[in-house]
């Protein structure tokens, strides 16, 4: 497997669970024994917080945003969290500027790439995830451009097909002109709760839209959730206990996720092979 993996969480609509999946998918990675980087994206900074607080601003202490500005490497804002092998690239409060500062430069949608090849402790993981904000922003451009693999977070709610055609649509645009090696990894569903109609009905349309494209696992509805990031827990940490319901359904996702990344890289190195 190549090393790092690089997957941005991506999603233009919001609350769809895209920082939970983060944290959590990460966390039960880390746990499986990879090395996993989660890095925040996101003004918003809820990765951030939620994992190891808020990183208050000062204007002397270098940011992400200033790795970005600089377009150098990113391991001096690398910090570990309470996770084994699991760190962070912190969001910061100046991100916000982000988006303004990068359109008026020259590849504009490469910078954050550029900023990842000059971080010595990158090849040190086996995973990098990233959160992105709930749009198809010029950061989450970079964000894509950055990436191996994109998965999508969506909620059991209605209509969700109208949004993630959009959303294809836009990420086929950029792998089209720009990132033609990014790959989806697949779509996840969260807030699921089986009892209630709409979630079994938007269940059997992604079912059927999707195929294999649909990972198995399911995000059940989980108070515990709600909770865990307000005590900068994971799940794991959170529920305590390998029953609880996020425990499992994360684990679950982490296997997949494995599962998937061996059998499409394994895909792709026969290719030459087969064309020769
Ligand atoms: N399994 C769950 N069941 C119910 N609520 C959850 C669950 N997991 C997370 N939540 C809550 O749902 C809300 C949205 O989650 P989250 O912040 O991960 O979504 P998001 O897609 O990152 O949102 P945004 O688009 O704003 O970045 C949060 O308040 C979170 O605590
Ligand atoms: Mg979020």
Redesign the pocket.
Known sequence: MRKPVIVSVV?H?????????TANLGAGLARKGSRVLVCDL?P?Q?LTVSLIGRVPYDENTPTLYDALMEEGGLDHLIRPTSTKYLDILPSSEDFFAAELSLAPREAREFVFRTCCEQTTALKAYDFVLI?N??SVSLVTVNSLIASDYFLV?VSAEYLPLTGLVMLGDSIGRIQHKLAPSLRSLGVVI??FHRSETICRRVERELERELGDMLFRTR?????K??TA?SVMKTIFEYEDSPQGR?TEDYTQLADEVVERVASFESATSLEPAAHA
């Open positions: 999603n609509k919001g609350g769809v669970l895209k920082t939970t999946t996101d918003q809820n959160d904000s709930p977070p969260t807030l995000i059940r509805v989980n108070t959730a709600k990031p996020g």
